[in-house]
Each structure stands twice: as C-alpha cells, then as structure tokens.
Nanobody, 121 residues
C-alpha cells in the first residue's frame, strides 16, 4: 500500500514560519504532480500550492509570495515552507500525490492524514 505521512505542523504566532513535509512510501513506480491543500472548520478543502514532476509550481493567491512548495524526488517527499503566517492560515493541511504503483498503471491520487497548523494573533 502507498502511504503519505505528513509532519511539521504546530502552533505559531502571526508572522512566524513553519515547514511541512510529506513523504510517500510503499509500492511506488512513479510520482507525478504533488500538492498541498488546507481545510478550515466548516470550510471546503482548497488548493494551497502544487508542483509538477518537472518542478513547475502554482499557488493560491492568498499564499503567493509567502509560501514555497518544493519536492525531493529521491526522497519521494514534498515540502511546504510557510512564512509570514497569518491567523487566516489556520487549518488542517493535507498533501496529495499522483502515484503509479506499477508500470502501465494510471496514476491515482493519494492523500496524507493531515497536519494541524494554528496561527495565533
């Protein structure tokens, strides 16, 4: 089975920084696009940042200039560096990866368990 394990969440004050990590493990043939999503209580899950297999990136307007997504293909890991955090960034953050488990098999979206990020004012 494929698992995505997240780490790096926590409680920080406004203006602070956190770095989230998400490592994929298990039966993995290849990994395509990866991304980070977040969901606040009572809200839908929204895309925060995405990165392609060739390291092209895109960001939600609300985090552009503050967050940076990156990946380490050798470690099957995607990162989200979050700077200048605001209380509005408080949410559960989920990573997603498009993973093929074998040759000739289409990719499937796998999700991490989520990690809580809380930003106090």
């Amino acid at each position: 089975q494929v698992q995505l394990v997240e780490s790096g969440g926590g409680l920080v004050q406004a203006g602070g920084s956190l770095r989230l990590s998400c490592a994929a493990s298990g039966s993995i043939f290849s990994i395509g696009d990866m991304g980070w999503y977040r969901q606040a209580p009572g809200k839908q899950r929204d895309l925060v940042a995405a990165i392609t297999s060739s390291s092209n990136t895109n960001y939600a307007d609300s985090v552009k200039g503050r967050f940076t997504i990156s990946r380490d293909n050798a470690k099957n890991t995607v990162y989200l560096q979050m700077n200048s955090l605001k209380p509005e960034d408080t949410a559960v953050y989920y990573c997603k990866a498009e993973i093929a488990r074998a040759w000739g098999i289409p990719t499937y979206d796998y999700w991490g368990q989520g990690t809580q990020v809380t930003v106090s004012s």
